[in-house]
């Protein structure tokens, strides 16, 4: 038998691995990036750090960010869904219909957003089940029902543009309250309504499970199935509610509500840390990421870069944010011989 002496121990001892503490760099970095932004658009322009430059960029994120509350869901799970341009347009359609409009008679106010936004849960959910049913990858069952949705959305639309009239629905993009209009608050109650279920119920812990290591969750008894619809019906409610927001702030119904929205979603939640691979980040996270893309393009124009720039930069900072985020687990699951 071999006696390990104190010494010795003490060596192993310290050569062990110890547990990280407080928050890693993963964590607090999209926060770190977003404060030194905006420092540096601050300094170099007197018209970003006004008032009213503060409130545009909480305006222009809104809709984003309620499209990136869905996006995220489906990303947790390890999953991709690029259906919100179809369902976007489909409820922007819908809504602009049943609410006061110069295309019919029907005034349903705000029992018309309820239609337009349980339709869009509709096309989420027959993305879940094409996902589930048919076993394919996810981007192309929710980049079909991206198509069924603009064919929905054109269908509805009929060569003739629908112009809202009704006051709710307008008031939402013009009155303010606190100095924000009503879509940004809007947008904050659905990242306060992302996050409280992420973070208390059975359907967030499962849609990390689900994405960390979907195997061992299946082999412990749990029905994944259903959780995975219900994560893309979720999903689609919310980019309904965002196609109602653009229907506000156009006032009028486009089939091309949700164009390039997928993109932008995804690029905003990669970038405040949610991972693509699933498992990691979430709602906060991604809102992070909202503000970060918000504030990086609004402050690209307050300097007087060219918009043609806008898109390249942006695509520079997702890869850079990826990188950041794929490295690291790399170089965990290298095996040491």
Known sequence: MTVTSPADAEVVASRRPRARRGVSLRDTGPSIALVVVVVVFAALSPGFRTLSNVQNVMDAAAVL??????????????????SAPG????SAIAVALLVANNRNDLDLGLLGVVVAVLLAA??????????????????????GVSAVGLGVATLMFAGVQPNITDGMLEGWAVDRTLGLSHLTWIAVACVLVGWSVQRWTRLGRYAYAIGGAEEVLALSGVRVAPYKVAVFTMAGAFYGLAGVMVTSQLGAGLVQAGKGYDFSAITAAVVGGTLLSGGRGGVLHSTVGVLLVTVLTNGLVQVGVSPYW????????????????????????????
């Open 65 to 82: 960010a309620v499209v990136t509350c869905g996006v995220t869901f489906v990303l947790m799970t390890g999953s991709i869904d690029l």
């Open 87 to 90: 369902i976007m347009g489909a």
């Open 122 to 143: 509709a096309l989420g959910c027959l993305s879940g089940l094409a996902l589930v049913a048919l076993k394919v990858p996810s981007f192309m069952t929710t980049l």
């Open 310 to 337: 806008q898109g390249g930069v942006q695509g520079l900072i997702v890869v850079a944010a990826v990188a950041a985020a794929v490295i690291p687990q790399r170089r965990r699951n290298q095996v040491t011989k």
